[in-house]
Nanobody, 115 residues
Framework: QLQLVESGGGLVQAGGSLRLSCAASRSIFSSNVMAWYRQAPEKQRELVASLTSGSVTNYADSVKGRFTISRDNAKNTVYLQMNSLKPEDTAVYYC?????????WGKGTLVTVSS
């Protein structure tokens, strides 16, 4: 089993930055895909950014150029650097790791961007 714990969320003004962290309970070196999703009130969960084991990244159009996903295998941690935040980025952000056919989710961290 793999536990994921997100941190780094909070309240920030529009134009500001936050860095989210996702700490895994064990090595994520073997993971196929690591990703961040978000879910705004009354909206479906959506993919924000993903990073494969081959270091291929993918971003939602709405965050391209503003968000960066990265990993630190030594710390078993995945990051999401968020710059130039907008009110529409307000959501609960979830960490997701896929290892072969197994999917693991964190409980989420709330990001609120004020205008």
């Amino acid at each position: 089993q793999l536990q994921l714990v997100e941190s780094g969320g909070g309240l920030v003004q529009a134009g500001g930055s936050l860095r989210l962290s996702c700490a895994a309970s064990r090595s994520i070196f073997s993971s196929n895909v690591m990703a961040w999703y978000r879910q705004a009130p009354e909206k479906q969960r959506e993919l924000v950014a993903s990073l494969t084991s081959g270091s291929v990244t993918n971003y939602a159009d709405s965050v391209k150029g503003r968000f960066t996903i990265s990993r630190d295998n030594a710390k078993n941690t995945v990051y999401l650097q968020m710059n130039s935040l907008k009110p529409e980025d307000t959501a609960v952000y979830y960490c997701h790791v896929r290892i072969y056919a197994a999917n693991f989710w964190g409980k989420g961290t709330l990001v609120t961007v004020s205008s």
